[in-house]
């Protein structure tokens, strides 16, 4: 069964960082691109970014809301992707999911982890 | 800066059809974009729907389905259950970068 955990959320200062995990199980993890999805409080989904599997560099593409201080990264060893949060603003205050994609088909979701930034 | 609109809210009556769409800034709608339709309900995560325009997962259902309609992509919900009410959002794929429509809250009443 193909699983996906997220956790690291937490309630953060403005200016500080945060770095999520993505723990995920029952499939060949450096098989596959993974993403980041955010929703605040209230909106819509919005697309933070993916990082593709190390066959193809393990390149990363971003949101420009997010470029320059969101970092993702894996760890195909441990089955984990990650998300690096520089910089936090008030306006990343979200919930953030990983899931699996978009180089095959954008399929299995976690069940998201709040991060909160405020004073 | 790219923008991609859904309707905002829907009303659809039980057994009815409905046809949620997705438009792009840019212009039309086309395969390239691969576009994704996901649902989301209250308190849960997103669930995937269907993926390039018009496949769908194991676990989709068969009332669900994708096109290409008008210069925009499309999603069609024929026979609507009341477990259907729901958020919907589309999403596109801009050659690196993927974007979200604002979704569209789908009323089954």
């Known amino acids: 069964e193909v699983q996906l955990v997220e956790s690291g959320g937490d309630l953060v200062q403005p200016g500080r960082s945060l770095r999520l995990s993505c723990s995920t199980s029952?499939?060949?993890?450096?098989?596959?691109?993974m993403s980041w999805v955010r929703q605040a409080p209230g909106k819509g989904l919005e697309w933070v970014g993916f990082?593709?599997?190390?066959?193809?560099?393990?390149?990363?593409h971003y949101a420009a809301s997010v470029k320059g201080r969101f970092t993702i990264s894996r760890d195909d060893s441990k089955s984990i992707a990650y998300l690096q949060m520089n910089s936090l603003k008030t306006e990343d205050t979200a919930v953030y999911y990983c899931?699996?994609?978009?180089?095959?088909?954008?399929?299995?979701w976690g069940q998201g982890t709040l991060v909160t930034v405020s004073s | 800066q790219t923008v991609v609109t859904q309707e905002p809210s829907l009303t659809v009556s039980p057994g009815g059809t409905v046809t949620l769409t997705c438009a792009s800034s840019?212009?039309?709608?086309?395969?390239?974009?691969?576009p994704n339709w996901f649902q989301q309900k209250p308190g849960q995560a997103p669930r995937s729907l269907l993926y390039?325009?018009?496949n769908k997962h194991s676990w989709t259902p068969a009332r669900f389905s994708g096109s290409l309609l008008g210069g925009k992509a499309a999603l069609t919900l024929s026979g609507v259950q009341p477990e259907d009410e729901a958020e919907y959002y589309c999403?596109?794929?801009?050659?690196?970068?993927?974007?979200f429509g604002g979704g569209t809250k789908l009323t089954v009443l």
């Open positions: 029952g499939f060949t993890f450096g098989d596959y691109s």
């Open positions: 990082i593709r599997i190390r066959a193809y560099g393990a390149t990363t």
């Open positions: 390039s325009t018009n």
């Open positions: 899931t699996r994609g978009p180089d095959s088909p954008i399929d299995y």
């Open positions: 840019t212009g039309a709608v086309t395969s390239g974009y691969y």
């Open positions: 999403l596109l794929y801009y050659g690196g970068s993927w974007v």
